[in-house]
């Protein structure tokens, strides 16, 4: 908004508003500007959840035992902090005259809006039971798949409907028709593999920073064509200006951080995680580096397959492989203590945040 209101203007003569004209500064603008929002916001945000969550998040019955007489009373739906911080620091920054951004914020926020139907349920039930898996699954569905289609219509046609390779200079894959279902799948995955990884303190949210921070240079670089020649790179116009949701997302999530680190004081819920998910899913289509993301937010991916081969051994054979699924769970069981679980899983985020950012370069 202030981009677009100050920085034409100021386009003839110098001073200050000039640097408005630089993504870097307006980045960085957003991130802070997200940051103290959720500072401001985080204690009064929280009281007034204790308020109406006066049991607070239900906790599962089936999962580990301390959950139950630590955790319980804890209020959630902490995401909407997240979600509130990051759309007022886009718009505040962000080129609203760039499709890219509606595309990725839009679909933010209709995951965000899924998430907080399935946690008010699960809270106006008393159970840890909220919106139906179809109707879930449906929803998420039907608007990454809305966010294929326009991110397809805004990419250059010689990449519409194309998948890049991390090591591959020049080779994509056209996906023609099926592309939209291919970004429905990524986006989709990514929501709720963000989902599962949120069941400790803080799990969910360093490793979201971490792939913000490797996705907002990303987009920067992508979006500029002088880098993207350079680094052999497939130059998206428009995505630049994803670096400055990415560098709210950042902020909003440093933000959240300082209330939800261990002990939290409110979970982000569905509605934090599945935006989250969501948001890091878009901008990777968007910028064409959707297999990238499998590799920086491999933690995500992991702890999704923990579930999926628990599922299917447990129905195939009856016995179980982890001792309890998500993975974190897993370690839970063997006598980790949660902090430890928590800063070994941001180690892990780190490693392989800076892998994803080896691959700019390997080609």
Not at 47 to 56: C, E, V
Not at 104 to 128: E, H, M
Request: hydrophobic share 50%.
């Amino acid at each position: 908004m202030l981009f677009n209101l100050l920085a034409a203007p100021s386009s003839s003569h110098g001073g200050l508003l000039n640097l408005l004209h630089y993504m870097t500064f307006r980045a960085g603008c957003a991130c802070l500007t997200a940051l103290v929002i959720s500072l401001l916001l985080g204690k009064p945000f929280i009281a007034q959840l204790k308020r109406i969550q006066r049991q607070g998040q239900p906790i599962r019955t089936l999962g580990p035992e301390r959950h139950i007489l630590e955790k319980a009373g804890t209020p959630t739906m902490g995401g909407g902090l997240i979600l509130f911080s990051l759309t007022c620091s886009t718009l505040l920054w962000a080129d609203l005259f760039d499709g890219f951004v509606w595309a990725v914020l839009l679909t933010t926020l209709g995951f965000g809006a899924i998430g907080f139907a399935d946690d008010y349920l699960k809270l106006a039930k008393g159970n840890s039971k909220g919106v139906s898996k179809k109707i879930r699954l449906g929803g998420e569905f039907l608007i990454s798949c809305l966010a294929g289609i326009a991110m397809e219509a805004l990419t250059p046609p010689d990449l519409r409907n194309a998948v890049a390779f991390p090591f591959a200079k020049t080779f994509v894959l056209h996906l023609g028709y099926i592309f939209p279902l291919f970004a429905m799948v990524t986006i989709t995955g990514f929501g709720n593999a963000v989902n599962l990884t949120d069941g400790l303190d803080g799990l969910a949210t360093v490793p979201s920073i971490i792939a913000a921070l490797v996705f907002a240079l990303i987009a920067y670089l992508v979006g500029n064509h002088v880098f993207a020649d350079y680094l052999q790179l497939h130059h998206v116009p428009g995505t630049g200006e994803l670096s400055i949701f990415c560098a709210a997302l950042i902020g909003a999530g440093l933000g959240f951080l300082w209330f939800n680190a261990p002990p939290a004081e409110v979970f982000m819920g569905d509605t934090g995680s599945l935006a989250l998910g969501g948001a890091l899913g878009a901008v990777a289509v968007a910028v064409k580096h959707e297999l990238v993301l499998c590799l920086v937010g491999g933690l995500f991916v992991v702890e999704t397959i923990s579930v999926i081969i628990q599922v299917f051994w447990f129905r195939r054979t009856g016995k179980r492989i982890f001792l309890m699924a998500p993975l974190h769970h897993h370690f839970e069981k063997k006598g980790w203590q949660e902090p430890k679980i928590v800063v070994r899983f941001w180690i892990i985020a780190i490693i392989l945040g800076l892998c994803g950012l080896a691959t700019l370069k390997l080609r």
